[in-house]
């Protein structure tokens, strides 16, 4: 199967996004983490045994020709990034994720 798994895929933007905090931190400008949206295309593929699991591959850019068109599928996933170690706002919720240091006058 040409491509990588959705699981892989999701594991890998949440350490890109943990290395933006990271790399981020001491900066003037940040940024707030909002959702995360992914337009993706997708194999769906299943092993030959019995018991297997369905696992969904993203078809790497330019390999979707290799599949036919029944076999790939454009979905969409909207992900919103938590900290589970902040402290939750005074709503309840989980506060929002910036990307760096203290709050600025006029930030928001």
């Known amino acids: 199967m040409s491509g990588i798994e959705l699981a892989s895929l999701v594991q890998q933007l949440r350490e890109e ?5 990271v790399q981020a931190e001491g900066e003037r400008i940040r940024f707030e983490l909002g959702p995360v949206e992914l337009s993706l295309t997708v194999t769906v593929g299943r092993e030959a045994k019995p018991g297997s699991k369905i696992r969904f591959w993203v078809v790497e850019a330019g390999a979707e020709a290799t599949f036919s068109r029944e076999a790939v599928q454009e979905i969409k996933m909207v992900l919103t990034p938590v900290d589970t170690t902040a402290k939750p706002g005074p709503d309840g919720k989980p506060a929002p994720i910036r990307i760096s240091g203290d709050q ?3 930030e928001r």
Do not use: I, K, V
Not at 17 to 21: G, K, N, S
């Open 17 to 21: 996004l943990a290395l933006a905090l």
């Open 104 to 106: 600025l006058p006029g």
